[in-house]
C-alpha cells in the first residue's frame, strides 16, 4: 500500500466521520420541568396549578399562636409571638424572621417551605408579607396564562377557574389589608426581564384604593356569577370558592373598613403616632362616612336574602357537633380550609382546644397522667364572663342568678360545649370513659391538672377551650406533634358570622331595627338561650351595640375572630391595656383537701407577676418589615413605627 | 473573542454533533489498524522502492526510517556508514535492499522483526551463539541480588539470577547485549562480546529524571514537565489497611487535605480536598480513572494501583475544562509487563479500635451529679447503695454503657488480594482479584468490597496497539434500617440507670430509645454493582515521523440495589416490683408499621476520545503535540417501590399487605452530555527550555443555548537551569534545578446543596412528587389532588466558575538526587461561584430568585516536598519523605449566610470560607459579680445580698439568655446594646476544614527488614467540643461524659473548663461562642509498618519467590490537644440527632507472597 492508496483512505474515512451531523449533541432533556404550554394545555392540567394555589391558604390550624392568642380571649405561654407583641415589642426589624419571634408569624424555618409540601411542619403566618405575595403571584400566574391559552380551555371551566384564582388572590389582599392598611396592588406577574428593577417597585395603594381593589374585585366575581352559591356537600369539588365565600368576604371586609378604627378622621393607627397625611391616608379613610355601614350592611342583607332565604345556607342545628369530620362543610359552612387525615392533616388537635393533661387509665388500669396536647388556648376570666347564663342574661345584669362560689352552674349552653373548666366531664369519641378535669391548686394530688401559674405548657387561667378539636384524634401519650390523623378542616367563614355583620352593620347604620333583633336572635336561638325581647324587652341602638360585640366574642370564640374585632372596634388599646384574670381554686384546708374549694377571680401572673401587657397605638397596623422597604423604597411605613 | 471563532471555523463542520464525530473517529480508528500496515499479519512483506546516487549510507538508513517502522542501531562511530554509495532497488525486501546497500562494505545487519530494529555491526563480529554466565550485586553492598532481570536485548530471551545472585544465559553472537533491571536499581545494559563470564553491579536508584509522569489524556517526562503535579506510587496509597484511598491520600504528597466524615464502615469516604478550598460551591476534585473522567475513586481497590497523580496548577488541570478547577486526581492501574509471569498473592487480617470513644458517666455518678443540679440529696441511699444493689438485682438497677454493653470494640478487617501479570513484547497482561471485608461497632454493620480487574495491551501490529481493560467492583454496604449514626447519638446521651441489656440477654430502653431494639430492627444493605470498560485502539501513522491516532471507547455501567427493612423497634419491660425469680419480660412493639422499601439505580456513562498525537525531535528542538476530542454521556434511571408488612414479616415485596394504600412507587430518570476539545503544545530547546499551552474548549448541556461552551487556555514555562554549563560543570552536587512557571483558566460546574444546577436556565413547573398521593396539593371534596408549582425563576444566565491559577515553583536535586525538594506556591482567582443573588427585588415580586454566578473567592498556597533516602555501606537503608501544604482562602464576595443564624453575610467577606461566626465568650460570671437582691415589694430598693443571679442590680444591664448566674458564660456585647444578639456576632473560629496538612515519612531498611513509620498531621482547623460529654444533661436528662463531670464549674473551682452545673441545662450556655471553640492542630502517626523480608536462600527450599510479612498500624498515636474526642473528627455536628463514628485505630498483620 503506498502513500496515496492510504491518503485516500483517509479522506473517504474523514468524510464520512463529519457527514450526517444533525441533533445538538448537548441538547438534553429536563423531565422534571414542565413548561408553559405543557401545563395549560388542558382543563385538568391547569387545574393542577390551580390547586396549588388552594395550598397558599392559611393553614391556621397548623399554626401554635393562633390569632385568638393575640387577645383579651386567651392568654398562653410566654414563648409564642403573641406573647411578645402582647408586650409591644413590635418593630419593623422583628416582623420578619424566624429567631425574633415577630408577631402574626408562626414559622419554622423549614428547607421545604416554599414548595408547598410542607404542612406537618409548623410553619403558618397570617400577615407575612412574603408569603402572601408568592401566593398573589400564583394567581396572577394563573390568570395571565389561561388567557394565554385559552384556546386549550372549556370555557365553562374557563369562566370559573378565573373566579376561584381571582378570589382567592382577593383573599390573600384581605389579610393584607387588615393587617396593613393600604398596600401595594399588583395584578401581573412581574418580570425583571421584562421591566426596569425600578418599575418593580409598586408603591402603596391607599386604604381606600386597596378596600376598593378587594370589594370590586368580590363585585365582579358575583355579577359573573359563574361559581355556585354553594357546592353539595357531597361534590368532588366542595372546598373550593364559591359566590358564597366571596360575597361573605365582600360583606366582612366592608364591615371592617367601617368601623371606628378606620372609619374615622383619624385612623386609630395614628392616632398619637405622629402621621403624617400621607400615612393617614394609608391606614384609613381619612373622614366618617355613615353609608360605610349602611354598603356593609347591604351586602350581608344581600346574602341573608339571596343565599340564605334560599336555604343555600342555614345555621347548623347540632352547634355540638359542629366542628366534626362527619359535619364538615354542612349548610352553615361558607369557605374552610380542607385537611384531610394522613396525607393534608391538621395540627389543631396537638396545639389548641382541650386540657391539656387527661389521668388516662393505662392497661393495668392504672391511671396514669397522659398528655394530650400543649393546650395552647387558655381562656381569660374576660372571655368566660362574658358567656351569658342560661336564662340569656349576662352574670353581671340583675337577675342572672350567678353564684361566684359555683360559677359554672346554669351557664349559656354554649360554654359548656366550647370550654373546659374545673369538674368538667371530657370524653372525646376515642376515650373509654368519661374523665373529670380539675384546675385546682391541690396540695395533696398535685401533678393532675393543677392550675400552677407556672410557666409550662398547662393552663394558665383554669380553663382550656376544646371547640374545634376533632373529638375521633387520638394522640399518643406525649407525643403528640407526630399525629397525623386529624383531618378537620379550618373554617374562615360561616353563616352565624355573616347575621353578626348584618346585624352590627345595620344597628350602626339606621339602629336597632327589627331585622337586627331577628338576626341575633337566630343565634342565640340556635344557641339555646332565650332571644333579645324574651330576656331584655327593647334596646337602645348602643345597649344593641354592646349586646352584639358580646354576642360576636362568645359565638364566634376561639375562631380568631376577635383579633379583628377588637381592633376594628379601637377597642384593642382599652382590652389590652387592662389587667386580665384567672380563676384561682385552692381548698380550704389544703394539706388534706378536707375542707371546700374556694373560687376566686385573681389577676393573671406569670413568673409569679402579674402578666404585663401593652397596647400601643401603632399596634392597629404592623409595620412592614424593614427587609421590605429596604427592597422597595416606595414603600412608606406605618405610622408609629 | 479571536479564540471562539477560531474554533469555530475548525469546528463548523460537525459542532452540532461533536459526539458523532468523536464516535466515527474510533471507528476510523479500527479501520486504520485494520488496512494500514498488515503485511506482517497476513505475511505480505513490505516492499521498498529506492533509487539514489552519490549519497552517504547513513543517509539511506533515514530513507528507509521514513517508509517503514524500522529503527537503525549502530555505533555513530563505525566509519563506513559515512561511505558514499549509490543504490537502486524496486519492489525488493528489506533484507535485499540491505545486502545491496553493505555488499561494498565490512558492515553487516540483523533484522529483528518484533520490534522494528535493524542492529549494524562490523563484519565478523556478529560471532556463534554461545552460553554467558554471570553474576549481579549490588554495587554499594556487594550482596548478591536475587531475581534480577536479564534479557538478551531485542528479544524476548531472557532469565532471572538465582539466590545466589548468579545467571546462566545463551546469547546469539558476539555481538549481543544485555540488559539488567532490578526494581529499585538502575539497568544497566552490558556487551557481551565474546566472554562468557561477566560481573555486574547495579546502583541503586536514587531518583530516577527521566521518570515518565501520567498527566492530563498522555504521559510526560518528568524532566519536561511545566506544571505542578505530585505523584504518589499505589505501593503507599496501598500501605494502610482501607477500604479506598481517599482515607490515605492526603499528607503523602503536597497539595491534599481532607476531613474525615467518620468511621463507618462503608460510608467513610472522607472529603478530599487539592490545595484547600476555592469554592463556596461544590469543592471535590475531579477523578480519572485510567485516562477516562470516572467519579470512582472508592471502587478502586487500592492494591490495584500503580500509581495516583494529582494535578494542581492550570497547566496540569486545563485539559479538564470545567471539570478542573478543583484539581484533579488521576488514577493509574497496573497493567501487565514484559518478563517472567508472576503471581502474587497478599493478605491481611487486622483488628479495629475506636481511636477515641465517649466515655460517660456511670450510674452512681450520673445520679451524683443529677443530685448536685437539682441541689437535693433525693437519691443519697440509692449513690450510698448502688453498687450493693446493682450487684444483687443488675436489672432492676442497672449500670448501662453502650461501649461496654452493646458494641463490639474490637472488629476484625480482612483483605485478599491476588495478581497475576506478565507478558512479553507482544502481549501484555495484568489480572486481579480482591476481597475486602470489614465489620462495625455493632450487629447489622460492615462492608464487603469484591474487585476484579483485567488489562490487556496486545502489539496486534507493528504500529498498532490495542488496549483493553475492565476494572469491576461489587460492594455490599450493611447498614442498620435506622441511621446508624442517629443511633449513636440516641446511644451516647442513654441514661446508665435505665436498663441497656438485660441478665437474659434480652434488651431495655430508656426514654423509649432500645439501641439494641433500633440495632435489631432491620436493616439498611445496598449492593452496587460497578463496571468500568474501555477499548482503545492506538495507531502510528509511518508517513509522518512521530505522528500517532488514537481512539477509546469506553463504557461503566453501575447499578445499586437498596434494600430497607424497617420492622417496629421492639424491647422488654418488667414489673419493677415483683422479686426477681417472679419477673416477667414483657415485650413493648413500636406502633410503627413494617415496612419493606426497595430502590434500584442504574447509570451508564459513555467516553468516546479521540486522540492525535505528535512528537518529534529535530536535532535540540523537541515539540511535542497533542489533541484530544472527548465526548461524554450519561444517563442514569431509579425505580423503587415499598408496601408495608401487616401480617406476614417476610422481607420480600411479594409478600407485603394487599392494601394499596401503602403502597408506594417513584421513578426517574435523566441524560447528560459533554463534548471537549483538548490541546497541548509542548516545546523544548536541548532540554533546558520548556514551553507549553494546552487548554480544551469544553461544552456541558447544563447551561442553556448559546451558553454552553467555554474555553480554558493555560500557558507554562520551565527553565533546568542546572543544565546550564555554567552551572553544570562548576557545581557537580547540583544534579537538577529546574524554575517552572504556569498561568490559565479552569473551570467548575455550578452546584445547589450537592447537586449538579442542570436545566436552571428552564422556566419550569414542577409536579408535587407522587401524583398527590404522599403530597396532595390539596383537598377537595375530602379527595387528594396533585398539584404543580414554579421552585424559583429561571436562571437564563447561569454559566460555570472559572477560576484563574498561577504557579510559580522550583524543583531542586543534589548529589545525584539523594535529596529532591519541590517548592511551589500558587494563587487562585475564583469567579461566577453561584450565591444567592444581591440584586434584590421587592418582596412583592413573589418568587425566589435563582442563585446567580456572582460569587468570588481567591486562594493562596504555598507546598513544599522532600524526599531523601541513602543506603549505607553496611546495608542499613534510611529514607525520609516529607511534604507540607498550606491552603488558605478568602471570600471577596458572597451572599451566604455564613451561620445560618441571620448573621449579616457581609462578615463573611474578606475571611476565608467556613469562618465560624458565633459570640465572644468573656469566660465566667463570678460569684464577686453577684451584689445585690432586688425587693419584690419596692423595685427600686436594692438590698446588697447576693441572690445567685447576675442582673440589673448587680449593675450588669446586658440581656443575653435567660437567668444568669455565677458560673454562666459572659458573652461581649461587642455593638453595646445591653442585648446580645447575632448583632454581636464576630469571628470566633477557623474553619473546620485545615489550612496547613503535613506528613513525613521516615523508613529505615536493614538485611531484609524495614520499617517506616507515616506521621500526618494538620493545623488551622478549629472544631466545637460542645457535646454530650460536655454539656450535662443537654438533651432532656442525657447522660453527661467524664470530661464535664470532673471540670465543671463550682465555687470552689472557679477556673473550670466547663460551665456551671444545671439542668435542665440553661441556654444562656449552649449559645454559639469561642467558649467552645477550640484549636484541632494535630499530629498523627497514621501508619507504622514493620515487616521482614524472608531470605531468597530459605525461599527457595518452599518454590516462592519473595515473601515479605508484616505488621502495621494505623492511627496509633495523636498529638492534640483535644483529647476526648477524635480532633479530626470532631468538627463533625452532633447536636442534630447524629453522633459521630469513631475513626478506628487498626493494627494488622499480612503476608504478601510472590510466585
Known amino acids: 500500500m503506498n502513500k496515496i492508496n492510504i491518503l485516500k483512505y483517509t479522506v473517504i474515512s474523514l468524510f464520512l466521520i463529519l457527514s450526517s451531523c444533525k441533533k445538538d449533541f448537548l441538547e438534553n432533556t429536563s423531565k422534571q420541568n414542565i413548561n408553559d404550554a405543557v401545563q395549560f394545555s388542558s382543563d385538568d392540567a391547569a387545574d393542577l396549578y390551580l390547586n396549588n394555589c388552594y395550598n397558599g391558604l392559611w393553614k391556621n390550624n397548623n399554626s401554635p399562636d393562633q390569632p385568638d392568642l393575640y387577645t383579651d380571649d386567651c392568654d398562653a405561654t410566654y414563648y409564642w409571638p403573641s406573647a411578645n407583641w402582647k408586650q409591644g415589642n413590635v418593630t419593623p426589624e422583628n416582623i420578619e424572621g424566624f429567631g425574633e419571634r415577630a408577631p402574626f408569624h408562626y414559622n419554622t424555618p423549614t428547607s421545604g417551605s416554599g414548595t408547598g409540601f410542607d404542612y406537618d411542619n409548623n410553619s403558618d403566618t397570617y400577615a407575612d408579607l412574603t408569603q402572601a405575595y408568592t401566593r398573589i403571584r400564583n394567581c396572577n400566574t394563573f390568570i395571565q396564562q389561561v388567557k394565554k391559552y385559552a384556546n386549550n380551555f372549556s370555557k365553562d371551566w374557563m369562566n370559573k377557574r378565573i373566579d376561584e384564582a381571582k378570589f382567592l388572590r382577593a383573599f390573600t389582599y384581605s389579610f393584607l389589608f387588615m393587617h396593613y392598611g393600604g398596600v401595594p396592588i399588583i395584578t401581573q406577574p412581574q418580570s425583571r426581564t421584562l421591566v426596569d428593577s425600578s418599575e418593580l417597585k409598586v408603591p402603596r395603594s391607599t386604604f381606600e384604593e386597596t378596600f376598593n381593589f378587594i370589594t370590586s374585585q368580590l363585585d365582579s366575581i358575583v355579577k359573573n356569577n359563574a361559581m355556585p352559591v354553594k357546592y353539595n356537600i357531597t361534590s368532588p369539588d366542595a372546598g373550593r370558592a364559591t359566590l358564597g365565600a366571596a360575597l361573605a368576604l365582600k360583606g366582612w371586609i366592608e364591615l371592617f373598613a367601617a368601623s371606628p378604627a378606620f372609619n374615622a378622621t383619624v385612623p386609630a393607627a395614628c392616632n398619637g403616632t405622629g402621621a403624617s397625611p400621607e400615612q393617614v391616608k394609608l391606614t384609613g379613610f381619612g373622614d366618617y362616612d355613615i353609608n360605610r355601614w349602611a354598603k356593609a350592611a347591604a351586602t350581608n342583607k344581600q346574602f341573608i336574602d339571596s343565599f340564605g332565604a334560599t336555604k343555600k345556607y342555614q345555621l347548623f342545628t347540632d352547634l355540638a357537633k359542629f366542628w366534626t369530620e362527619e359535619n364538615e362543610y354542612n349548610s352553615e359552612v361558607i369557605f374552610d380550609r380542607q385537611h384531610l387525615a394522613n396525607s393534608m392533616w391538621s395540627n389543631f388537635s396537638c396545639w389548641g382546644g382541650g386540657p391539656v393533661h387527661v389521668h388516662n387509665k393505662n392497661a393495668k388500669g392504672e391511671i396514669v397522667d397522659d398528655k394530650l396536647n400543649w393546650g395552647n388556648y387558655d381562656p381569660t376570666e374576660e372571655l368566660i364572663d362574658d358567656y351569658s347564663m342560661a336564662n340569656g342574661k349576662h352574670i353581671e345584669e340583675a337577675g342572672s342568678g350567678y353564684d361566684p362560689q359555683k360559677p359554672y352552674v346554669g351557664r349559656d349552653p354554649r360554654f359548656y360545649m366550647w370550654v373546659v373548666y374545673d369538674g368538667a366531664p371530657y370524653k372525646l369519641d376515642w376515650m373509654t370513659f368519661t374523665d373529670t378535669i380539675y384546675y385546682r391548686i391541690n396540695k395533696v394530688h398535685p401533678e393532675l391538672n393543677e392550675l400552677d401559674f407556672r410557666t409550662d405548657d398547662r393552663s394558665n387561667t383554669g380553663y382550656n377551650s376544646r371547640k374545634r378539636v376533632n373529638p375521633k384524634v387520638e394522640q399518643s401519650g406525649g407525643g403528640v406533634l407526630t399525629v397525623k390523623t386529624d383531618g378537620l378542616n379550618y373554617v374562615f367563614f360561616r353563616y352565624a358570622e355573616v347575621l353578626l355583620n348584618y346585624a352590627e352593620a345595620q344597628n350602626e347604620a339606621t339602629g336597632p331595627d327589627a331585622t337586627v333583633y331577628d338576626a341575633i336572635d337566630q343565634i342565640r336561638i340556635r344557641a339555646g338561650i332565650p332571644t333579645l325581647e324574651a330576656t331584655y324587652g327593647t334596646l337602645s341602638k348602643d345597649q344593641m351595640r354592646d349586646i352584639i360585640h358580646r354576642e360576636r366574642r362568645v359565638e364566634l370564640s376561639f375562631e380568631n375572630k376577635r383579633i379583628y374585632d377588637i381592633i376594628r372596634w379601637r377597642i384593642a388599646e382599652v382590652v389590652l391595656n387592662e389587667t386580665l384574670h384567672a380563676m384561682v381554686i385552692r381548698n380550704t384546708s389544703p394539706s388534706d383537701n378536707s375542707g371546700v374549694w374556694h373560687y376566686q377571680v385573681d389577676t393573671l401572673r406569670f413568673n409569679n407577676k402579674e402578666h404585663y401587657h401593652v397596647f400601643l397605638n401603632k399596634m392597629y397596623l404592623l409595620p412592614f418589615s424593614q427587609q421590605a422597604i429596604n427592597r422597595n423604597s416606595k414603600l412608606i411605613q406605618n405610622p408609629g413605627y | 473573542m479571536k479564540h471562539v471563532k477560531f474554533y469555530d471555523l475548525v469546528l463548523n463542520f460537525c459542532r452540532s454533533n461533536p459526539y458523532l464525530f468523536i464516535k466515527r473517529f474510533f471507528l476510523f480508528i479500527i479501520f486504520l489498524a485494520v488496512f494500514l500496515l498488515p503485511q506482517e499479519i497476513y505475511g505480505q512483506e513490505k516492499t521498498y522502492t529506492i533509487d539514489l546516487q552519490n549519497v552517504k549510507i547513513k543517509d539511506v538508513f533515514k530513507v528507509i526510517e521514513g517508509q517503514s517502522a524500522y529503527r537503525f542501531f549502530y555505533n555513530t562511530e563505525l566509519n563506513e556508514i559515512n561511505k558514499v554509495i549509490t543504490i537502486s532497488v524496486k519492489d525488493a525486501s528489506i533484507e535485499d535492499v540491505l545486502n545491496k546497500l553493505f555488499s561494498s562494505t565490512d558492515l553487516s545487519f540483523t533484522v529483528l522483526k518484533s520490534n522494528n530494529q535493524i542492529v549494524i555491526a562490523p563484519k565478523g563480529t556478529t560471532g556463534k551463539q554461545?552460553?554467558?554466565?554471570?553474576?549481579?550485586?549490588?554495587?554499594?553492598?556487594?550482596?548478591?541480588?536475587?531475581?534480577?532481570?536479564?534479557?538478551?536485548?531485542?528479544?524476548?530471551?531472557?532469565?532471572?539470577?538465582?539466590?545466589?545472585?548468579?545467571?546462566?544465559?545463551?546469547?546469539?553472537?558476539?555481538?549481543?547485549?544485555?540488559?539488567?533491571?532490578?526494581?529499585?536499581?538502575?539497568?544497566?545494559?552490558?556487551?557481551?562480546?565474546?566472554?562468557?563470564?561477566?560481573?555486574?553491579?547495579?546502583?541503586?536508584?536514587?531518583?530516577?529524571?527521566?521518570?515518565?509522569?501520567?498527566?492530563?489524556?498522555?504521559?510526560?517526562?518528568?524532566?519536561?514537565?511545566?506544571?505542578?503535579?505530585?505523584?504518589?506510587?499505589?505501593?503507599?496509597?496501598?500501605?494502610?489497611?482501607?477500604?479506598?484511598?481517599?482515607?490515605?491520600?492526603?499528607?503523602?504528597?503536597?497539595?491534599?487535605?481532607?476531613?474525615?466524615?467518620?468511621?463507618?464502615?462503608?460510608?467513610?469516604?472522607?472529603?478530599?480536598?487539592?490545595?484547600?478550598?476555592?469554592?463556596?460551591?461544590?469543592?471535590?476534585?475531579?477523578?480519572?480513572?485510567?485516562?477516562?473522567?470516572?467519579?470512582?475513586?472508592?471502587?478502586?481497590?487500592?492494591?490495584?494501583?500503580?500509581?495516583?497523580?494529582?494535578?494542581?496548577?492550570?497547566?496540569?488541570?486545563?485539559?479538564?475544562?470545567?471539570?478542573?478547577?478543583?484539581?484533579?486526581?488521576?488514577?493509574?492501574?497496573?497493567?501487565?509487563?514484559?518478563?517472567?509471569?508472576?503471581?502474587?498473592?497478599?493478605?491481611?487480617?487486622?483488628?479495629?479500635?475506636?481511636?477515641?470513644?465517649?466515655?460517660?458517666?456511670?450510674?452512681?455518678?450520673?445520679?451524683?451529679?443529677?443530685?448536685?443540679?437539682?441541689?437535693?440529696?433525693?437519691?443519697?441511699?440509692?449513690?450510698?447503695?448502688?453498687?450493693?444493689?446493682?450487684?444483687?438485682?443488675?436489672?432492676?438497677?442497672?449500670?448501662?454503657?453502650?461501649?461496654?454493653?452493646?458494641?463490639?470494640?474490637?472488629?476484625?478487617?480482612?483483605?485478599?488480594?491476588?495478581?497475576?501479570?506478565?507478558?512479553?513484547?507482544?502481549?501484555?497482561?495484568?489480572?486481579?482479584?480482591?476481597?475486602?471485608?470489614?465489620?462495625?461497632?455493632?450487629?447489622?454493620?460492615?462492608?464487603?468490597?469484591?474487585?476484579?480487574?483485567?488489562?490487556?495491551?496486545?502489539?496486534?501490529?507493528?504500529?498498532?496497539?490495542?488496549?483493553?481493560?475492565?476494572?469491576?467492583?461489587?460492594?455490599?454496604?450493611?447498614?442498620?434500617?435506622?441511621?446508624?449514626?442517629?443511633?449513636?447519638?440516641?446511644?451516647?446521651?442513654?441514661?446508665?440507670?435505665?436498663?441497656?441489656?438485660?441478665?437474659?440477654?434480652?434488651?431495655?430502653?430508656?426514654?423509649?430509645?432500645?439501641?439494641?431494639?433500633?440495632?435489631?430492627?432491620?436493616?439498611?444493605?445496598?449492593?452496587?454493582?460497578?463496571?468500568?470498560?474501555?477499548?482503545?485502539?492506538?495507531?502510528q501513522l509511518p508517513f509522518i515521523k512521530g505522528l500517532s491516532i488514537r481512539g477509546t471507547f469506553s463504557y461503566d455501567p453501575t447499578d445499586s440495589t437498596t434494600k430497607n427493612w424497617s420492622i417496629p423497634t421492639t424491647y422488654y419491660q418488667f414489673d419493677t416490683s415483683l422479686a426477681p425469680a417472679n419477673r416477667v419480660f414483657s415485650k413493648n412493639t413500636g406502633s410503627t408499621a413494617t415496612t419493606l422499601t426497595e430502590t434500584l439505580k442504574q447509570s451508564a456513562n459513555y467516553t468516546y476520545q479521540a486522540y492525535l498525537n505528535y512528537a518529534n525531535t529535530f536535532g535540540k528542538h523537541e515539540i511535542t503535540v497533542l489533541g484530544v476530542a472527548e465526548a461524554r454521556q450519561s444517563t442514569v434511571s431509579s425505580f423503587f417501590a415499598s408496601n408495608e408488612f401487616p401480617i406476614i414479616r417476610v422481607d420480600e415485596l411479594s409478600l407485603g399487605g394487599s392494601n394499596t394504600a401503602k403502597f408506594g412507587v417513584g421513578g426517574g430518570s435523566s441524560t447528560g452530555s459533554q463534548v471537549g476539545y483538548v490541546y497541548r503544545v509542548g516545546y523544548n530547546y536541548s532540554n533546558k527550555y520548556f514551553i507549553e499551552a494546552a487548554g480544551r474548549y469544553d461544552g456541558h448541556y447544563t447551561f442553556a443555548p448559546g451558553k454552553r461552551y467555554g474555553y480554558f487556555p493555560s500557558y507554562s514555562a520551565a527553565w533546568r537551569v542546572s543544565e546550564e554549563s555554567f552551572l553544570k560543570d562548576r557545581f557537580a552536587w547540583l544534579y537538577n534545578l529546574k524554575i517552572r512557571a504556569s498561568w490559565g483558566k479552569s473551570g467548575n460546574l455550578p452546584y445547589i446543596n450537592g447537586q449538579l444546577a442542570e436545566f436552571q436556565y428552564l422556566n419550569g413547573y414542577t409536579l408535587y412528587p407522587n401524583r398527590g398521593k404522599t403530597f396532595p396539593a390539596y383537598v377537595f371534596g375530602n379527595t387528594p389532588v396533585s398539584g404543580s408549582y414554579i421552585p424559583q425563576e429561571s436562571n437564563p444566565g447561569i454559566t460555570w466558575e472559572t477560576s484563574t491559577k498561577t504557579n510559580v515553583g522550583f524543583d531542586l536535586g543534589l548529589w545525584k538526587g539523594l535529596v529532591n525538594f519541590e517548592v511551589d506556591y500558587f494563587h487562585e482567582d475564583r469567579n461566577n461561584m453561584l450565591i444567592p443573588p444581591s440584586t434584590t427585588v421587592p418582596i412583592e415580586y413573589g418568587i425566589t430568585l435563582a442563585l446567580d454566578n456572582s460569587g468570588v473567592m481567591t486562594n493562596n498556597g504555598v507546598e513544599v516536598s522532600l524526599n531523601s533516602s541513602y543506603k549505607f555501606q553496611n546495608g542499613i537503608e534510611v529514607g525520609l519523605a516529607a511534604n507540607y501544604s498550606y491552603a488558605k482562602n478568602k471570600v471577596i464576595k458572597s451572599t451566604y449566610d455564613p451561620t445560618g443564624q441571620s448573621t449579616p453575610p457581609e462578615l463573611l467577606a474578606g475571611k476565608p470560607f467556613g469562618t465560624q461566626f458565633g459570640y465572644h465568650s468573656l469566660g465566667y460570671f463570678s460569684p464577686a459579680e453577684d451584689i445585690a437582691e432586688i425587693d419584690p415589694k419596692n423595685r427600686k430598693h436594692k438590698i446588697s445580698v447576693p441572690d445567685d443571679m447576675i442582673d440589673t442590680c448587680d449593675g450588669y444591664y446586658v440581656k443575653q439568655f435567660g437567668i444568669l448566674r455565677p458560673g454562666y458564660i459572659k458573652y461581649a456585647d461587642l455593638n453595646h446594646d445591653n442585648k446580645i444578639g447575632v448583632e454581636d456576632f464576630t469571628v470566633i473560629g477557623n474553619p473546620t476544614y485545615p489550612s496547613t496538612t503535613y506528613g513525613f515519612t521516615p523508613s529505615i531498611g536493614w538485611k531484609g527488614f524495614d520499617l517506616s513509620l507515616f506521621f500526618q498531621g494538620a493545623a488551622g482547623a478549629s472544631i466545637s467540643i460542645a457535646n454530650f460529654q460536655s454539656q450535662p444533661f443537654s438533651n432532656n436528662k442525657s447522660n453527661t461524659g467524664y470530661e464535664y463531670y470532673n471540670n465543671y464549674w463550682r465555687r470552689d473551682r472557679q477556673n473550670a473548663t466547663y460551665p456551671r452545673l444545671d439542668a435542665p441545662l440553661s441556654s444562656n450556655n449552649t449559645q454559639v461562642s469561642d467558649f467552645w471553640l477550640r484549636n484541632s492542630d494535630y499530629l498523627r502517626l497514621k501508619n507504622l509498618i514493620f515487616g521482614y523480608r524472608v531470605p531468597a536462600k530459605i525461599l527457595k527450599y518452599i518454590g516462592v519467590k519473595a515473601l515479605r510479612a508484616y505488621f502495621s498500624g494505623q492511627n496509633l498515636l495523636t498529638f492534640s490537644k483535644v483529647k476526648f474526642i477524635d480532633p479530626e473528627e470532631a468538627s463533625l455536628p452532633v447536636f442534630q440527632g447524629k453522633y459521630y463514628y469513631p475513626l478506628q485505630k487498626v493494627y494488622t498483620f499480612g503476608v504478601d507472597v510472590t510466585f
Not at chain 2, 460492594?475 to 434500617?481: C, Q, V
Open chain 2, 130 to 539: 554461545h552460553t554467558v554466565k554471570g553474576s549481579v550485586s549490588d554495587n554499594v553492598t556487594s550482596e548478591p541480588l536475587i531475581g534480577v532481570n536479564v534479557v538478551v536485548e531485542g528479544t524476548a530471551k531472557g532469565t532471572n539470577t538465582d539466590i545466589n545472585g548468579e545467571f546462566t544465559l545463551e546469547v546469539p553472537g558476539d555481538n549481543t547485549n544485555l540488559n539488567i533491571s532490578y526494581v529499585g536499581y538502575i539497568s544497566e545494559m552490558i556487551s557481551v562480546g565474546t566472554q562468557t563470564s561477566v560481573v555486574i553491579k547495579l546502583n541503586p536508584e536514587v531518583k530516577k529524571l527521566d521518570e515518565v509522569v501520567v498527566v492530563g489524556y498522555g504521559t510526560q517526562k518528568k524532566t519536561s514537565i511545566t506544571g505542578s503535579f505530585a505523584t504518589v506510587k499505589g505501593s503507599q496509597v496501598s500501605e494502610s489497611p482501607v477500604a479506598n484511598i481517599s482515607n490515605s491520600i492526603a499528607g503523602r504528597v503536597s497539595g491534599i487535605s481532607m476531613r474525615p466524615k467518620g468511621g463507618q464502615p462503608g460510608q467513610d469516604n472522607p472529603d478530599i480536598h487539592i490545595r484547600g478550598i476555592a469554592t463556596t460551591g461544590n469543592n471535590a476534585p475531579l477523578i480519572v480513572v485510567d485516562g477516562i473522567i470516572r467519579n470512582n475513586i472508592n471502587q478502586i481497590d487500592p492494591s490495584t494501583i500503580e500509581s495516583v497523580t494529582v494535578l494542581k496548577d492550570a497547566a496540569a488541570v486545563a485539559p479538564y475544562g470545567m471539570g478542573g478547577a478543583n484539581g484533579v486526581i488521576l488514577i493509574t492501574t497496573k497493567s501487565g509487563k514484559s518478563g517472567e509471569t508472576t503471581l502474587n498473592f497478599s493478605y491481611y487480617f487486622g483488628i479495629q479500635t475506636p481511636t477515641v470513644y465517649p466515655k460517660m458517666l456511670n450510674a452512681k455518678d450520673y445520679m451524683t451529679l443529677s443530685d448536685s443540679a437539682a441541689n437535693s440529696n433525693s437519691n443519697q441511699y440509692l449513690i450510698a447503695n448502688y453498687d450493693r444493689l446493682h450487684a444483687q438485682d443488675p436489672d432492676k438497677y442497672p449500670n448501662s454503657n453502650f461501649y461496654n454493653d452493646v458494641s463490639n470494640l474490637s472488629v476484625p478487617i480482612q483483605n485478599y488480594n491476588m495478581q497475576l501479570i506478565g507478558g512479553n513484547e507482544k502481549i501484555k497482561y495484568f489480572a486481579g482479584l480482591g476481597y475486602f471485608q470489614q465489620d462495625g461497632m455493632f450487629e447489622n454493620l460492615g462492608y464487603t468490597h469484591y474487585n476484579f480487574n483485567l488489562k490487556l495491551e496486545t502489539q496486534a501490529t507493528t504500529t498498532t496497539k490495542v488496549y483493553a481493560s475492565v476494572l469491576g467492583s461489587i460492594e455490599k454496604i450493611k447498614s442498620t434500617s435506622d441511621d446508624a449514626l442517629w443511633i449513636l447519638w440516641n446511644s451516647v446521651k442513654f441514661i446508665p440507670t435505665d436498663p441497656m441489656v438485660y441478665s437474659n440477654g434480652l434488651w431495655g430502653a430508656s426514654q423509649g430509645f432500645s439501641p439494641e431494639g433500633s440495632i435489631k430492627a432491620g436493616y439498611n444493605n445496598c449492593r452496587a454493582n460497578t463496571l468500568m470498560s474501555s477499548i482503545s485502539i492506538e495507531q
